[in-house]
């Protein structure tokens, strides 16, 4: 069975300069075989004169890409992509989906998870968000989608720096650490980047390098044996041990929130469970973002999870983690959750199973009062 196609999600508030960053990546033989979706070509702003050939729905650039728009729904138009790519019609290596600037890259999350058959066949590499670094303070302020979008964010680009001054920059990179302090970040120079800095951002598979997995949380399928049997996550030798930056405290203004732990034991199976459900049915909605890499006790293999709200990409086990190496790293991005409250849920995950089912209905009462 041949190996999912990497889908890169491109985002970013309404002029934030995504479609400049957009023009480069279409236009650079480096790039490799992309297929990028638009919602409209017009807004991809696309030189016609640079245009190899032009189908209803697919422009073919001579750098090798692929620029096609949304037709009706994003399911859609992935699954025509994939059916053409199957019949050798259209060669591409990977997905950049571009959302409009006002989007909330959750439903396409949802979408590329629990499709399927989009599922076994396309995985999400990552989320970029292109922030303007002239107004991305103002917006910030003015726009929960822009928080939403940075929150979520694995990569995080900054544009414009030539129209705002040193001091302006030093502020909106410490607003960007209250919002998600996990998320790598790069200059973009009129839009250019380097390629390599766009890929590669997630660890869907059961060979990710333990270093690329923690630089995910610093910011395949499983084997159903082993971890099918946790509740919530259902289907749907390396670096030494790096702690998780520790998360700061968000303006009053932010809606956004962020809380992250660190436990030294396995976890046992049924103390995850127990924290997952709960978290998940008492707060779901609020969830922007929940990953981590887990060790559950009698599992030889920690496994590495990744959700959105109440949905969950399967968990994957990551066969060439550090021996030695037991602590289990949690990240959780939420919006309009006090950051205690985040920090309290986490608490649970250092639980004991002698103390769980003591504790439930107490853990049960202090979490829900919050919420």
Known sequence: MHAPIPVTLLTGFLGSGKTTLLNRLLHDPQAGRVAVIVNEFGEAGLDHDLIEEAAEDVVLMPAGCICCSIRGDLSRTLLSLLARRVRGELPFDRVVIETTGLADPGPVHHTLMVDPVLSPNYVLDGTVTVVDAALGARTLDRHAEAQAQVAMADRIVLSKRDLTDAQACRALEARLDKLNPHAGRIWADKGAVPVGA??????????????????????????????????????????????????????????????????????????????????????????????GIVHLQDMPHPFVFHGVQHIFAPPVPLENWREGDRTSRVVIIARDIPQQDLVDSLSMLRMRPEQDHAAQGITLHTMSEPF
Not at 206 to 218: G, S
Not at 227 to 249: D, E
């Open 198 to 291: 766009l890929w590669g951002l997630g660890v869907q598979q059961k060979h990710a390098a333990p270093a690329q997995v923690l630089a995910w949380l610093a910011a395949p399928k499983p084997e159903p044996s082993a971890l099918s049997g946790l509740s919530g996550l259902s289907t749907a030798k390396a670096a030494p041990n790096t702690p998780l930056a520790t998360p700061s405290h968000h303006a009053s203004d932010d809606r956004i929130t962020t809380a992250s732990i660190e436990v030294t034991e396995p976890i046992a199976a049924s103390v995850f469970d127990f924290w997952l459900d709960t978290l998940i049915a008492l707060k779901g909605p609020d969830i922007l973002r929940i990953k």
